[in-house]
Nanobody, 125 residues
Framework: VQLQASGGGLVQAGGSLRLSCAAS????????IAWFRQAPGKEREFVAA???????MYADSVKGRFTISTDNGKNTMYLQMNSLKPEDTAVYYC????????????????????WGQGTQVTVSS
């Protein structure tokens, strides 16, 4: 499975961005998907996850502002980011796995076998 992330950029605080992640080699809907991010000097952290078998999951820091979704026809996953804050600045990574995983593990990076290359999001104050 190959994932190609795009859509990052520079935006002012309060603005919006939509990240895309195009998949090839497997249908996205056949596995759980997620977005993670990594800020300079920090560990990679969970942002959002989506499964065909459960409700979407979000980190508390982005709940109500970010939305994870998929377009099965385009085999692409998205992360809509609204009301962006400077602390959202990071490299954002899309990820997927074959099949599903139990809910309590969906926010763990080690649960996902396939990763995109990352796209930089910078939010200015």
């Amino acid at each position: 499975v190959q994932l190609q992330a795009s859509g990052g950029g520079l935006v002012q605080a309060g603005g919006s961005l939509r990240l895309s992640c195009a998949a090839s080699g497997r249908t996205l809907s056949r596995g759980d998907i997620a977005w993670f991010r990594q800020a300079p000097g920090k560990e990679r952290e969970f942002v959002a996850a989506k499964s065909n078998f459960s409700i979407n999951m979000y980190a508390d820091s982005v709940k109500g502002r970010f939305t994870i979704s998929t377009d099965n026809g385009k085999n692409t996953m998205y992360l809509q980011m609204n009301s962006l804050k400077p602390e959202d600045t990071a490299v954002y990574y899309c990820a997927t796995r074959d099949g599903r995983i139990i809910t309590s593990y969906r926010n763990r990076a080690e649960a996902y076998a396939y990763w995109g290359q990352g796209t930089q999001v910078t939010v200015s104050s």
